[in-house]
């Protein structure tokens, strides 16, 4: 097993009181694993992702472990976790657009990090480019500055960056998102190889977009105003849901051909709770077609079935 | 109803507009009433230019965009307000489409101002309710608030409200969808869906294949301002003539299909 | 490029920095509450106004002008004279109350000036684009090149600068190009907004987008600009006064070192007629550049301390 | 002000120290004539760098005020004959370059009028010909011999080297800065920097062996002025030995123990160098009625602007605004009949009754067209004292009913309005300390009136019979008893008719420090009597011997 | 990029242009003549020599050719470096007056400018990241921005050179002292320009260092800053970037603080009676000395211009942003 998060709560803190963005989520994901972490707009993805890297300076660790390969990562210790980053968790952030220095050639920028790091950046020279050419760029680009660089470009840069120590655990968070088709598939397929090469060993790809994750990723996690909703194999979580929320979730996607005139697909009514006073129970049960008394209470995410996890207290049984 | 023909539209950049660049050439295409056409590219290919060259924000350089056989592109003033009681846009953010420092209903009382400047106000806010109820929102939930309390499909409902309060007979949705959530924009889709059958004519700009075909009749697919294929949209998902149509399919994320595996 | 010059203003203090973010209503009261729990903020809006009600009330309260001699003269602050008299027996208090009010005149309608054309300039200039853009710009830029002191150095010398509004009216025909490049900036890229589509969509006319449209998202940015422009004319009607080029039939900050540096109070240790009119501006000023990074913050979540 | 007087700007070598410094108890620091980078060195125009007429280039005559009456100097003597005047130049002087003064460069001097660029161009209008007689003797003969203005002439004007300037074009003579002046003063020119001239002792003077006078300073640093508040600092440190600069507040440094002297221990302090006027705008109305101007006259408090203004270091003046040098030509009963005072409530009196009232009761008169008059008292922007005595001249005029408003105009505007006539009221003191009080009324009354006024009259009052009496006083000697009766005439008239209103005396600034230079011009017994300052102009008045009876300190 | 300078330049030519046209221009048409000066300084008291010496004086000036002429000749004889004739310091060349002074302002100018840039950068960096010093640091700058130049020299003038009598208040150099290359004057000269220096600097330099720390703060919540730290960067390096980055706008700030600070420049010199180009200027107005005070301005403007573009240059140099795809901006 690698990763280990266990009841993880992270809070941002605001002068209205705090935000409860990570609430109690407790999964894991094993050696080659990538895993698809999914939800709607707010639902607390990015912060799962950033609290295993870095937490920012509002946000606080309120509770909860991860650990990584049976070592308990420091979290909430920016400095003590400095010896992790890098080489053995990394990022890919959702804004990789502009996570390059402006004014750094690409190869300064690089060599800067490795020897901050005390790494040479001449014995490491052969492999980044090999790993540029893999994802399609000339060892040039190292001479070039960010903004020389198309957007595309630059996320197979941050991509090749991030992954350069071969970490244990990678988040890429919607890296695909300002992205053409085209372009898209590209990048989510070097993923999986990245992956299959080892130069990753397991990944975290947080998205929006379920057809997508659903082409990479090998499990896939619901998410829901903070909380786990469902945690199955990707084509579990496709044609099986249990959870009704990821039901009404893949209900509302259309896929090319499906028409207006032939079936009408329906969107999920209302909206999600706000994370600052979230409701008791499953915070679901607003919108849930399914709800009933039980709901008030919060419903345990367990497992249902092999490898499959859901919180709600309807799919068990 | 709407005809462009041989329509280029050229930006002057730089100093004293010394450098060029064409964003559209030579697109010609017909949107009818109670039709939908997607117009289909990647980024920067030119479809927000047409967009708004038919809503008359923007002029052609070439070619000529009619409406109802009058030229757009010459209508001023009064004119030009006439053409926008028939036809109106909605764009791609909601967010950035409501002036975030005033209350969002404050897109109705310019509907007002611009043309009914003489209807009493009791009488415009039974409009207004109506023209929600229209778009199956409930008056009391977004009237009086800001745009941040609202969601982005309510923002976008409320847009097409608006347009609704003029008897539009074309809308321009540019990439109307894109910026909401799953479950939010099948709710949009469905409304334009019900407007068509009323008789609205709308074009339908996006660069998501899955929800272009989900409404649309017909299909235009733009690269690098250029039109490379056009049709009836069953036919050009079935049956893609381009190369470049092909690339795009393929590239399209299905559920229930990976990449490597044939589609369903 | 352009975009990174704003960031500094023409006093050197801090411009308001970064993209605009628009104040959204019931934000407002957010930024009442920040604004109010904010020290900048609060600290200097006090000694702005401490300032403001001494400038306006002192002089009601004496029944002589600031330039009568009325006390022995040279003597040091006493409990008649607060300040101490001058050579000439003035009362440097009732001159320093009266050197305030030109000061916040000075400050009101240069500042104003200066930011009314800069925003016009950048609003036009930002809005329209094209050959407008090109041409405004050019003005912009050659006149924020010319050095303004200079430049009003050599106006007072033909002209003659004969009262406070109509050295508020130089010193905001100079003061204003860093204002309409910020301006410009902010115009442009709230310009390509698509609420400003809806409303041209809507029937607005250009002019009535800019005032209805773009101006409100800017408004906490301009209300900042103001300050800084307040403050840069205070400083600069100070700077004039003192070299004899600024209105010689009132009282004025600037004016009172210039009538204590020439009749020799450094020498004869009159401390008391210099020190208050400079303490007066540098507080004034600064407590607008301090109130000005107070309002960024509170404007700006980012900056905001938790 | 404590600590202010400690001498020594800190640290850098005193007297006799380091290689290029001065040796202090041979130099003479001074400042207060020069206002900007000393440039010219051309005594010919107006403008050159202190000290070149009298240091440098020396004058025929020199002018004693004391006796009133010019000194031989690089003459040695001046007769009359008719209209001829005889000149005899010294034995013994000659140039910086060794060469003798002879007739010839004087006849050069003078002949240098006749382009019309040098400023004495018009002695040739009443002047016809210069003749060499021999080397030391030049006969001059006039068409109209204007003797006053013959005698301003020889003192003020220096003599220049033919043998030097001789070949330089007209164009050159006036715009020529003559960076290397070779004169035959006792100093020559060391250097020059943007804020100092320096000049240094000459080896030999024609004075010493002639007139056994000995200039004692080697060196004269003059500090180019940027402000008096400097001088001042200066003066206190002891880093500057006399300063001929307006220094307010000087009263009570004189009375504490910073070694600073002045010309008197008391009130006034300063000499009188010039008077200080009114000048009403006689085309006016109602500045064009002399019962108007008589009640203005009497309306100002001139002793607030005395001792206010200048904390008493310059005088009022006599109604006459006669220098007090000319004490002997004033006729007390002229001034007791119809000389004037400060007396607000006979101001007000003499408008009621040449019918000046005050109809709209807003405190001030009206003009007899019942049109509100409102003056404008219009001093140069800057000139900070005389802008707080404008300030007192209108609130007491303004007591007495008289609506006068000061106006602060920049200088060259003033300019403007002053030559134009543009003006209503305006102060001004060109009418300064000179051989003969002939140049006093000939600034009063001067005729014809022209478009542009540049020197005299600006009033513009027209009085042939004045004017008349003014040019008799030009042809009569100061000995005649003509003079006496012609100058009672004219105090007569400019006391009744009050063109332009004498106010005070504006002073011949000068403070001198101690601590390396004593023996300076007193009012105490024995003290040497001469002018203590360096202004140009006033060098040909004695004030060189002022350098001779300098004594050093240790 | 050659696009990039040439549209830099062509802004400078035409400020250049339009500032010399309006200097040409402002005396020629505003009240107060430059030949009346001169005939009310000679005091031509007789009636018959005003005509002629006007006439002369016209001449000396160029005032007596037609106007299109002027201009022209004016154009040429600037590049000639020829300015004109003072009329306060008639006869000399303003172009002479000029250099002469230009020495002493620059010897303030530069190291002030550059000094305070420089330590206010460093000082503002620091600043940004120690609390402490934050608190310190920060009020003092404001303070220190917001005092007029003027006001501070004053009270330098006070406090360190009457009251305490350490330095000089006036002067270039001892008036006791000849130019040469010795110890004595080269220490001189540095006591006369140290409290003129030290008050434009410290008024600068509260300016730089609010703005750099303000700058920081925003670069150091900037993406890259969040994902150098995500990648284990040490703070030193993150800081190191953002420092670097934050220069540029300051950079820009100076070039366009360049006129404030030469006016700072010249009240400074004023006060401390420096002989320098404040004094000159002041002098040149009081005296309606048109064709000085047009020197000294059309030296500003160039000196300013040229600052200017060497800012641009070296701008382009360290922002690899303006190289590309920018030429567009200006
Ligand atoms: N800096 C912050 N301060 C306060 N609340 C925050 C902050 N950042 C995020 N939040 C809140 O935390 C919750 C989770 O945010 P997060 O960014 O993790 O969502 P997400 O699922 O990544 O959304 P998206 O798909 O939009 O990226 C949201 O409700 C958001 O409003
Ligand atoms: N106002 C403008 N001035 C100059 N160039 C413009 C302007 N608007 C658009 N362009 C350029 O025209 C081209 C087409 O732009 P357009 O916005 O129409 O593309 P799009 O297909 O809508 O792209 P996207 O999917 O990103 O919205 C782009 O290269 C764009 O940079
Ligand atoms: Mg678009
Ligand atoms: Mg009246």
């Known amino acids: 097993m690698t990763l280990q998060v266990s009841d993880l709560r992270v809070h941002y803190r605001t002068l209205r009181g705090d935000v409860r963005a990570l609430d109690g989520v407790s999964f894991s994901v094993a050696a080659g694993e990538i895993m698809g972490v999914v939800g709607e707009s707010g639902c607390g993805k990015s912060t799962l992702g950033k609290s295993l890297i870095r937490l920012d300076n509002r946000m606080k660790h309120v509770g909860g472990t991860v650990t990584l390969d049976g070592e308990n990562l420091p979290i909430a210790d920016d400095r003590a976790m400095d010896r992790f980053r890098f080489t053995s968790v990394s990022l890919i952030p959702q804004y990789a657009m502009s996570a390059l220095n402006p004014t750094r050639r690409i190869g300064r920028l690089v060599a800067d990090l490795l020897a901050a790091h005390g790494i040479s950046y001449a014995a490491t020279l052969p492999e980044l480019t090999r790993r540029l050419a893999l994802v399609g760029l000339p060892e040039r680009v190292l001479e070039n500055y960010p903004i020389e660089l198309s957007g595309g470009m630059k996320q197979r840069v941050v991509l090749v960056l991030s992954t350069l120590r071969d970490p244990a655990l990678l988040v890429a968070d919607e890296v695909t998102s300002a992205l053409d088709v085209s372009t898209q598939r590209a990048v989510a397929e070097t993923l999986v190889e990245f992956r299959d090469r080892g130069y990753v060993r397991s990944m975290l790809v947080v998205t929006h977009d379920i057809s997508l994750v659903y082409q990479i990723a090998d499990t896939i996690m619901v998410m829901y105003a903070g909380r786990l909703a469902e945690k199955a194999p990707s084509d579990v979580v496709v044609t099986e849901p249990l959870h009704p929320y990821t039901q009404l979730l893949i209900g509302a996607l259309p896929e090319v051909g499906a028409r207006f005139g032939d079936r009408r697909l329906t969107g999920i009514p209302g909206r999600p709770p706000g994370l600052r006073n979230p409701p008791q129970g499953c915070r679901f049960r607003a919108r849930c077609p399914l709800a009933f008394d039980k709901c008030a209470e919060q419903p345990p995410f367990v497992e249902v079935a092999e490898n499959h996890q859901v919180a709600c207290w309807k799919a068990g049984s | ?264 | 490029m352009t975009d990174t010059t704003e960031h500094v203003s023409a006093t050197g203090a801090p411009a308001p920095a970064e993209p605009v973010t628009p104040v959204a209503g019931p934000r407002r009261r957010d930024v009442l509450h920040f604004a109010l729990r904010n020290r900048k903020v609060v600290g200097g809006t006090v000694v702005i106004l401490a300032f403001l009600v001494l400038g306006l009330v002192a002089p009601f309260f004496t029944d002589h002008g600031p330039n009568e001699y009325v006390g022995p003269p040279s003597s040091p602050p006493s409990a008649d004279f607060w300040f101490g008299t001058t050579t000439f027996g003035q009362d440097v208090f009732l001159q320093f109350a009266n050197g305030i009010r030109s000061t916040f005149v000075v400050g009101l309608l240069g500042g104003g000036l200066a930011g009314l054309i800069g925003m016009t300039i950048g609003f036009v200039a930002g809005y329209r684009g094209g050959l407008v853009d090109e041409l405004l710009n050019m003005l912009t830029n050659i006149v924020l090149v010319l050095p303004a002191l200079a430049v009003l150095i050599i106006l007072h010398a033909y002209v003659g600068i004969t009262s406070v509004p109509m050295q508020a009216l130089f010193i905001g025909l100079f003061s204003w190009p860093w204002v309409a490049r910020a301006v410009r900036a902010q115009t442009f890229s709230l310009r390509s907004r698509e609420f400003v589509d809806l409303a041209r969509l809507s029937g607005m006319r250009p002019l009535a987008v800019i005032r209805r449209e773009i101006a409100p998202n800017m408004s906490s940015y301009l209300f900042m600009t103001f300050i800084l422009l307040f403050g840069g004319a205070v400083l600069m009607a100070a700077t004039l006064d003192f070299i004899g080029l600024g209105p010689t039939d009132v009282v004025s900050l600037g004016l009172m070192m210039n009538s204590a540096v020439h009749w020799s109070a450094l020498h004869l240790g009159l401390w008391w007629w210099f020190v208050p009119p400079g303490a007066a501006i540098t507080a004034i000023v600064g407590a607008l550049y301090v109130m000005n990074v107070g309002l960024d913050e509170v404007f700006n979540p980012k900056l905001r301390e938790m | 002000d404590d600590g202010a007087a400690t001498s020594g700007a800190g640290g850098l070598p005193g007297p006799g120290g380091g290689g290029g410094a001065y040796p202090r108890n041979e130099t003479l620091y001074t400042s207060g004539t020069q206002w900007g980078p000393p440039n010219s060195w051309n005594p010919i125009i107006p403008g050159h760098a202190m000290g070149t007429v009298g240091l440098a280039y020396e004058t025929l005559f020199l002018f004693d005020p004391q006796k009133t009456e010019l000194a031989p100097w690089l003459a040695e003597k001046g007769e009359w004959a008719d209209k001829t005047y005889t000149l005899t130049l010294r034995e013994g002087v000659s140039w910086g370059d060794g060469k003798p003064l002879t007739a010839d460069d004087v006849k050069y001097t003078v002949e240098l009028g006749k382009i019309k660029a040098v400023p004495y161009s018009n002695l040739w209008t009443w002047l016809s010909a210069v003749d060499v007689v021999d080397p030391r003797t030049v006969r001059f003969t006039f068409t109209d011999p204007r003797i006053q203005e013959w005698e301003n002439w020889l003192y003020e004007n220096a003599i220049v080297p033919k043998h030097i300037w001789e070949s330089r074009s007209e164009a050159d003579i006036t715009t020529n800065a003559n960076e290397k002046p070779v004169g035959t003063g006792p100093y020559e020119y060391l250097t020059h920097d943007q804020d100092r001239m320096v000049w240094k002792k000459k080896a030999d003077w024609w004075a010493t062996k002639a007139l056994s006078l000995d200039v004692k300073p080697t060196y004269i640093v003059d500090i180019v002025n940027s402000s008096n508040e400097v001088a001042l600092g200066l003066l206190l440190q002891g880093n500057m030995d006399l300063s001929n600069n307006f220094l307010p507040g000087i009263a009570n440094l004189v009375k504490g123990d910073f070694k600073i002297k002045t010309y008197f221990p008391e009130p006034p302090y300063m000499l009188s160098a010039n008077t200080a006027m009114l000048i009403p705008n006689t085309t006016k109305a109602p500045m064009n009625d002399v019962a108007f101007r008589r009640a203005l006259a009497g309306s100002i408090d001139t002793k607030k602007i005395v001792e206010g203004v200048y904390g008493n270091i310059v005088r009022a003046a006599n109604p006459t605004g006669l220098l007090p040098v000319w004490d002997q030509f004033v006729d007390q009963s002229v001034v007791s009949q119809s000389g004037f005072g400060f007396d607000t409530a006979k101001a007000k009196k003499t408008l009621a009754d040449a019918g000046y009232q005050d109809t709209n009761r807003d405190g001030f008169v009206e003009g007899k067209d019942g049109k509100p008059v409102k003056l404008s008292l219009i001093v140069p922007a800057g000139w900070t004292d005389w802008m707080e005595a404008a300030r007192v001249i209108s609130a007491s005029a303004q007591a007495a009913g008289i609506n006068v408003v000061p106006e602060f105009p920049d200088a060259g505007a003033l300019d403007d309005a002053r030559t134009a006539g543009t003006f209503d009221l305006l102060l001004n003191n060109w009418a300064g300390l000179s051989n003969t009080p002939w140049q006093y009324y000939n600034y009063v009354f001067q005729l014809p009136i022209q478009p542009q006024q540049f020197a005299a009259n600006f009033a513009r009052y027209e009085n042939k019979a004045a004017w008349d009496l003014v040019q008799k006083l030009a042809r009569t000697p100061q000995d005649a008893p003509e003079f006496k009766t012609t100058m009672a005439e004219l105090e007569r008239i400019h006391l009744t008719e009050l063109p332009m209103i004498p106010l005070w005396y504006n002073g011949l600034w000068a403070q001198y420090n101690t601590t390396h230079w004593t023996n300076w011009p007193s009012s105490a017994g024995d003290a040497p009597k001469d002018l203590p300052t360096t202004w140009n102009n006033l060098w040909e008045m004695g004030s060189i011997k002022m350098l001779t009876q300098l004594k050093p300190v240790g | 990029m050659r696009r990039y300078f040439g549209r830099k330049l062509a802004i400078y030519a035409l400020t250049f242009v339009v500032a010399v046209t309006l200097n040409w221009l402002i005396p020629r048409f505003m009240p107060g003549d430059p030949v009346l000066r001169m005939l009310t300084r000679t005091s031509v008291s007789n009636p018959e020599a005003i005509a002629p010496m006007r006439a002369y004086y016209e001449n000396v000036f160029g005032l007596d050719v037609p106007l299109w002429k002027q201009y022209l000749k004016y154009w040429v004889e600037l590049f000639q470096g020829n300015l004109g004739v003072s009329v306060w310091l008639f006869p000399a060349p303003v172009a002479d007056v000029i250099v002469d002074a230009v020495p002493y302002t620059l010897a303030l100018l530069l190291p002030s400018i550059l000094l305070s840039w420089w330590a206010g950068n460093k000082v503002g960096a620091l600043a940004a990241r120690r609390k402490w010093l934050d608190n310190t640091a920060l009020p003092v700058s404001y303070a220190l921005t917001a005092t007029p130049y003027m006001w501070l020299g004053i009270l330098l003038a006070w406090g360190l050179g009457i009251v305490a009598g350490l330095f000089p208040v006036a002067g270039g150099y001892s008036f006791e002292m000849r130019p040469e290359w010795s110890w004595a004057f080269v220490g001189s000269l540095a006591q006369h320009w140290f409290l003129p220096f030290l008050s434009l600097f410290l008024v600068a330099f509260g300016g730089w260092a609010i703005g750099m720390r303000n700058l920081i703060i925003y670069e150091l919540e900037a993406d890259y800053a969040n994902y150098l730290a995500a990648l284990g960067a040490p703070r030193r390096l993150i800081r190191r970037y953002a420092f670097r980055n934050a220069l540029l706008p300051q950079l820009t700030g100076l070039a366009l603080q360049l006129g404030v600070l030469v006016a700072g420049a010249l009240v400074t010199e004023i006060v401390f009676a420096y002989p320098g180009l404040g004094h000159l200027i002041l002098q040149a107005i009081q005296n309606q000395d048109f064709f000085l005070l047009q020197g000294v301005f059309l030296f500003i403007v160039i000196g300013v211009l040229a600052a200017n573009f060497l800012i641009d240059i070296v701008y382009v140099l360290v922002d690899p942003r303006t190289r590309t795809g920018m030429q567009g901006a200006t």
């Open chain 2, 1 to 264: 109803m709407l005809r462009l023909d041989g329509v280029w539209k050229t930006y002057r950049l730089g100093a004293f507009g010394t450098r060029e660049l064409t964003a559209v050439r030579d697109v010609s295409m017909e949107v009818r009433a109670g039709e939908v056409v997607s117009l289909i590219g990647e980024s920067g290919s030119g479809k927000t230019t047409i967009g708004r060259m038919v809503l008359g924000l923007a002029s052609p350089t070439r070619g000529s965009i009619t409406f109802d056989d009058v030229p757009v592109g010459g209508l001023r003033g009064r004119a030009l307000r006439g053409y926008h009681r028939q036809v109106q846009g909605v764009f791609q953010d909601p967010f950035s489409t409501f002036n975030p420092v005033f209350k969002a209903d404050r897109v109705f009382a310019l509907v007002r101002d611009g043309f009914f400047p003489s209807v009493p106000a009791i009488k415009w806010r039974r409009r207004v309710e109506a023209a929600l109820e229209g778009v199956r929102l409930e008056p009391a939930d977004v009237l009086d608030k800001y745009p941040h309390q609202l969601s982005g499909g309510q923002l976008q409902r409320m847009l097409i409200a608006r347009a609704l309060l003029l008897d539009i007979r074309l809308l321009v949705a540019d990439e109307i969808i894109s910026m909401l959530d799953a479950s939010t924009r099948i709710d949009v889709l469905n409304l334009l869906g019900d407007l068509k059958t009323k008789g609205l004519g709308v074009l339908f700009v996006t660069h998501d294949l899955a929800l272009g075909t989900y409404i649309s009749d017909r299909t235009v697919i733009l690269r690098a301002g250029e039109v490379v294929e056009s049709g009836p949209t069953d036919e050009v998902f079935a049956r893609p003539q381009h190369e470049y149509t092909r690339n795009l399919l393929a590239a399209v994320p299905h559920l229930h299909t990976r990449w490597n595996e044939p589609v369903k």
